[in-house]
Nanobody, 127 residues
Framework: QVQVVESGGGLVQAGGSLRLSCTTS????????MGWFRQAPGKEREGVSS????????YYADSVKGRFTISRDNAKNTMYLQMNSLKPEDTAMYYC????????????????????WGQGTQVTVSS
C-alpha cells in the first residue's frame, strides 16, 4: 500500500500564500502521476490541479488558474502546490492523490482515476 502524506496547510489571511507538499513511501516516485483535490464543508470533493510523471504537463481548475502552481521534484520524492492570492473560498481540506501509470506525460483530472490518497491537510483562509 502506497503511503501518501500531505503537509503545509494552515491559517492565512486573504491574499496570502501557502505551499503544500506531498510525499510518498514509494521509491519509484516518478512512476506516479499526481494530483491535488479539495473538499470544503458541505461540498463535494473537487479537483484542483494535476501533474504528469514527467512534470511537464499540468492541469488547473478554472477557479485556481493563475494563482496556484503545481510542481514536483522527483529527486526529493515530493510534489508541491504553491498557492498565492488565497481567497476565503479556497478554504478546504486539501488531499494529495497518486496513480501509477506507464504514461510519462499523462495527467488525470478525475478523482476516480487515482488509487492512493493522503489524509489531507487543512487550509483556512480568513477574510
Amino acid at each position: 500500500q502506497v503511503q501518501v502524506v500531505e503537509s503545509g496547510g494552515g491559517l492565512v489571511q486573504a491574499g496570502g500564500s501557502l505551499r503544500l507538499s506531498c510525499t510518498t513511501s514509494e521509491l519509484t516516485f516518478d512512476d506516479y502521476a499526481m494530483g491535488w483535490f479539495r473538499q470544503a464543508p458541505g461540498k463535494e470533493r473537487e479537483g484542483v490541479s494535476s501533474i504528469s510523471r514527467s512534470g511537464d504537463r499540468t492541469y488547473y481548475a478554472d477557479s485556481v488558474k493563475g494563482r496556484f502552481t503545481i510542481s514536483r521534484d522527483n529527486a526529493k520524492n515530493t510534489m508541491y502546490l504553491q498557492m498565492n492570492s488565497l481567497k476565503p473560498e479556497d478554504t478546504a481540506m486539501y488531499y494529495c492523490a497518486v496513480r501509477r501509470t506507464a504514461l510519462r506525460t499523462a495527467y488525470f483530472k478525475d478523482e476516480n482515476d487515482y488509487h492512493n490518497w493522503g489524509q489531507g491537510t487543512q487550509v483556512t483562509v480568513s477574510s
